[in-house]
């Protein structure tokens, strides 16, 4: 069965820092993996998807890396803001259609 | 530009009591999907749909059941309310097969059973 861990589970730096967030599974044969933004009280909004095949995809200051054969992703945000407060989820997709989802960091930007 | 839209947002049951939890969809997506959300846990699949008339077990459908008659809708129903359903449901909506298309996310239901 699929295992996905994210660490840390929180995470606090002034804005204007570069950060990282880390995503780890332990099933490599994954279809894709899916970073998400969850903010109090709101359902889940996709920030980034990158299928098996590819190693990374950017989004404006949200960079996402992936190596499938060590079974790691990670989400780089450049620049932090206040505004990117929020919990990050990541999620992968199996072969078949089942999603496996971390129990998320919860990103603190202080002014 | 409505997404996916799930209502009721807030429910208080009592024990052994049925509801039905609803989640429509205006993009016209064949694959939906319902999620469980508990405190410090990650989302956990419940049920998901490839299209109307198909519908298929996740990882904890347990205690649940869906229906799909349309595209745009996908009924999570509870049957006999148990403490452990006590959660924040949230319905996904997504184009073929998801494989390379993310998913779309409603603003959850939060249940509290009694």
């Known amino acids: 069965k699929q295992e996905v861990t994210q660490i840390p589970a929180a995470l606090s730096v002034p804005e204007g820092e570069n950060l990282v967030l880390n995503c780890s599974f332990t099933?490599?044969?994954?279809?894709?993996l899916q970073w998400f933004r969850q903010d109090p009280g709101k359902g889940l909004t996709s920030l980034l998807l990158?299928?098996?095949?590819?190693r990374e995809q950017t989004s404006g200051r949200l960079n996402a890396s992936l190596d499938k054969s060590s079974g790691r992703s990670t989400l780089y945000i450049a620049a932090s803001q206040p505004g990117d407060s929020a919990t990050y989820l990541c999620?992968?997709?199996?072969?078949?259609?089942?999603?496996?989802f971390g129990t998320g960091t919860s990103l603190t930007v202080i002014p | 530009n409505a997404g996916v839209t799930q209502t009721p947002k807030f429910r208080i049951l009592k024990i052994g009591q049925s509801m039905t939890l609803q989640c429509t969809q205006d993009m016209n997506h064949n694959y939906m999907y319902w999620y469980r959300q508990d405190p410090g846990m990650g989302l956990k699949l419940i049920y998901y749909s490839v299209g109307a008339g198909i519908t298929d077990k996740g990882e904890v459908p347990n205690g649940y059941n869906v229906s799909r008659s349309t595209t745009e809708d996908f009924p999570l129903r509870l049957e006999l309310a148990a403490p452990s359903q006590t959660s924040v449901y949230f319905c996904?909506?997504?184009?073929f097969g998801g494989g390379n298309q993310p998913q779309h996310f409603g603003d959850g239901t939060r249940l509290s059973i009694l």
């Open positions: 990158i299928q098996s095949s590819q």
């Open positions: 999620a992968v997709r199996n072969t078949g259609n089942q999603f496996y």
């Open positions: 099933d490599s044969a994954i279809y894709n």
């Open positions: 996904a909506s997504s184009f």
